[in-house]
């Protein structure tokens, strides 16, 4: 296995130094020039080699910046890197030769980000995680096999299962027939933060474990029809299992940046970082795969899986078009694996924002109270389409803090980004975070103001007139955008309405 590791390693060291920098430019200006033609807009931009960025060291290239106490990128601190990068080199730069993996071009500009999402090919390729990649590709082929789901995974096989997966996730109508699930996990946390909190009226410290409880049985609940029971006031769990999921799955994302950021020796030997990372996928694959295998034996029991109606789960939406049901399960596994901390952090992240603004709070509640008069109304998707302000307070709060705060793509082909030639093979991180956080697109962009949200005309000051449609993407874009995004916006839509409904007051949930 380490051998096979070494060779992907060659390999990659092999298309980072066989990047055609100069050479695609070179052959495509001589090209035109000696046809006699016009300049293309290729010939016209600026070499690649010429683009602003740290400047590499021999041998060591850029990734010593990286590794503490010599260089100062702290990767916990990415987000201040980013920014003090576009500080220093401006709208385009580029991180180069760093070892293991291509070269990384930062884009700060809106507008560059709309130009490469608008010519997107039909299998865009997203760079991220390799690590997971390679566990799903080489590690664990015994059970992805060549259906290996969304995350990590790039063309033909993707493009099979996203076509597959689609319709059944992210038509709107599909998560409005969550409703009920959805809201009954809310009403049980809200109904657990209650009991939770001490003499002092304090939630525990780490409240934030309680969230992605939530977030996981939520997530049960819609993909398997499934209560995993970790929100109840017994709690009892046989197995221990969801709290060695939820742990697993932290352990994933705090791994997974180092594993992509610092010199990847996990290609050539097992790191002590590796074995973590690997036993923390180990756990997730082994704890859902058998709530999967619990959820299917439950759904043969019970009827013909293939009969859909309102009720059914995602699962059996799933195998009534894919009777095979590996496909049903790998999309399981990816919603969990990314399912539970992205909406956590983002509820997270949204209470503590109503919490430091009280008069934002207000509005809020005012909102939902207008919507929803009788505290013990059923939440339907009519309501949740009213509430304008509770939309805006998300959207703000992922403006402010996005919970992906850089995306990116592999360019398939050569391209001219603000003016530079970028070559094929390049890997575009579109810097969300930076970007959403400027006065030129969002100004004042300190400030809290869900109201820069809202459709001109409303009587609310600061009320937005036109935002740049690509300066906030907290789901991403285009053909690879997130496929949970319509169950993340009703999860999250439904615990902050459930939250602020009782009280009109979240301030005691931080
Ligand atoms: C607030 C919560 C969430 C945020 C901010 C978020 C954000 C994102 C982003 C930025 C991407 C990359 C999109 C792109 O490359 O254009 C993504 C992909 C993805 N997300 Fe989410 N996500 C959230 C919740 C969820 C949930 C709840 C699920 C599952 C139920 C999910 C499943 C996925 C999957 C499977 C992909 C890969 C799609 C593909 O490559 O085809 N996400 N998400």
Redesign the pocket.
């Known amino acids: 296995m380490a051998a096979r590791r070494k060779m992907a390693a060659v390999l990659t060291r092999t298309f980072v130094v066989g990047c055609r920098n100069k050479s695609s430019a070179v052959s495509a200006s001589v090209m035109s020039e000696l046809e006699g033609g016009e300049l293309t807009e290729w010939d016209r931009a600026r070499p690649y080699s010429e683009l602003p960025g740290p400047r590499p060291l021999p041998l060591l290239g850029n990734n010593w910046r990286f590794i503490p106490y010599i260089g100062d990128y702290r990767i916990q601190e990415v987000d201040k890197v980013c920014r003090r990068l576009h500080a220093q080199y401006g709208r385009v730069v580029k991180l180069a030769s760093l070892l293991g993996r291509p070269d990384m071009v930062f884009l700060f500009d809106a507008d560059d980000i709309e130009r490469v999402f608008r010519t997107e090919e039909l299998m ?1 390729h ?1 760079p991220s995680m390799p690590s997971l990649n390679y566990y799903k590709h080489v590690l664990r082929k015994d059970f992805f096999g060549d259906n290996p ?3 990590a ?1 790039h063309g033909e096989s ?1 493009c099979k299962f ?1 076509t597959k997966v689609q319709q059944p ?1 992210l038509q709107p109508r599909t998560a409005k027939l969550y409703v009920r699930q959805v809201e009954q996990t809310a009403k049980d946390f809200v109904q657990r933060a209650r009991a939770l909190k001490d003499e002092n009226q304090e939630m525990p410290d780490d409240f934030i474990n309680e969230i992605h409880k939530w ?1 996981l049985e939520s ?1 049960a609940r ?2 398997l029809d499934q209560k995993l029971g970790c929100l109840d006031s017994d709690t009892s769990d046989p197995h221990g299992d969801t709290q060695s999921l939820i742990d697993a799955v932290t352990t994933f994302f705090k791994l997974v940046g180092i594993l992509e950021l610092k010199i990847p020796f996990w290609r050539l030997f097992n790191t002590p970082t590796w074995n973590k990372y690997i036993a923390s996928l180990d756990t997730i694959t082994s704890i859902v795969s058998r709530h999967i295998e619990v959820a299917l034996t439950r759904l043969r029991s019970t009827g013909d899986p293939q009969e859909i109606t309102d009720q059914s789960s995602l699962l059996q939406r799933i195998l009534a078009l894919d009777p095979d049901p590996r496909t049903a399960c790998v ?1 399981a596994l ?2 969990f694996l ?3 901390d ?2 956590s ?2 509820v997270a992240s949204i209470l503590y924002q109503l919490s430091l603004h009280p008069d934002k709070q207000q509005l809020l509640y005012e909102e939902i109270r207008s919507v929803l008069p009788l505290v013990d109304t059923s939440i339907t998707t009519q309501h949740l389409e009213k509430l304008v302000y509770l939309k805006a307070c998300i959207r703000e709060t ?1 403006r402010m803090f ?3 705060i850089g ?3 592999c360019m398939m082909r050569d391209t001219v980004i603000a003016g530079y030639q970028i070559p094929a093979g390049t890997q575009v991180v579109f810097q ?1 975070y930076v970007i959403s956080n400027m006065d030129r697109y969002f100004p004042e962009p300190e400030r809290f103001l869900p109201e820069r949200w809202l459709k001109s005309g409303s009587c609310l000051e600061h009320a937005s007139t036109k935002i740049h449609p690509f300066a906030s ?13 319509r ?2 916006e009703l ?2 839509q439904t615990v902050i309405t459930k939250k602020t409904i009782p009280k009109r007051c979240v301030t005691e949930f931080v």
């Open positions: 865009p997203r789901g969304l995350i995974v993707w996203r996730m977030s997530i819609v993909a999309l990816d919603m990314v399912g539970i992205t909406t952090t983002a992922l996005p919970v992906v995306n990116g793509r969300h993407l907290p789901f991403g874009y285009g053909r690879r955008m997130c496929v949970g995004r169950f993340a999860e999250i």
